[in-house]
């Protein structure tokens, strides 16, 4: 890792959380001054939230390609809405549908105008 953060300024880098080494990646960027955000992951809640202490701070397209918000296992959409700083959102009407996901994030803590 180190090698791709000397070869050119890096800013923001999205991950999966549950990917073997996660946490230790994720204190590295962080440290380093790197967001590191969550996305395109089949990680769960637990993984999410270990992220989020291990220094991530945001998610990459809340909704797509991860983890569904269910009632018994809230997925990284749940951590996301729950615990996130900030959580990106594709308002397109196709990557997410309106009247289930934008309201709940303009509810939850993860809601930037």
């Given at each position: 890792?180190?090698q791709y953060?000397?070869?050119?300024?890096l800013?923001?880098?999205?991950?999966a959380?549950?990917l073997p080494?996660?946490?230790?990646i994720?204190?590295m960027?962080?440290?380093r001054?790197?967001?590191?955000?969550?996305?395109?992951?089949?990680?769960s809640?637990?993984d999410?939230?270990?992220a989020?202490?291990?220094?991530?701070?945001?998610?990459?397209h809340l909704?797509?390609?991860?983890t569904p918000?269910?009632h018994?296992a809230?997925?990284v959409?749940?951590?996301?809405l729950?615990?996130?700083?900030y959580?990106?959102?594709i308002?397109?009407?196709?990557?997410?549908?309106p009247a289930r996901?934008?309201?709940?994030?303009?509810?939850?803590r993860a809601?930037?105008?």
């Amino acid at each position: 890792m180190a090698q791709y953060l000397a070869a050119a300024p890096l800013k923001i880098v999205t991950l999966a959380p549950e990917l073997p080494g996660h946490l230790d990646i994720i204190r590295m960027l962080a440290a380093r001054g790197v967001r590191v955000q969550l996305g395109h992951t089949l990680g769960s809640y637990e993984d999410a939230v270990a992220a989020l202490a291990a220094g991530a701070s945001g998610f990459t397209h809340l909704f797509n390609a991860m983890t569904p918000l269910q009632h018994r296992a809230p997925g990284v959409v749940g951590a996301a809405l729950a615990h996130a700083e900030y959580a990106e959102l594709i308002p397109d009407l196709l990557h997410v549908h309106p009247a289930r996901s934008m309201p709940r994030c303009a509810r939850s803590r993860a809601y930037m105008p």
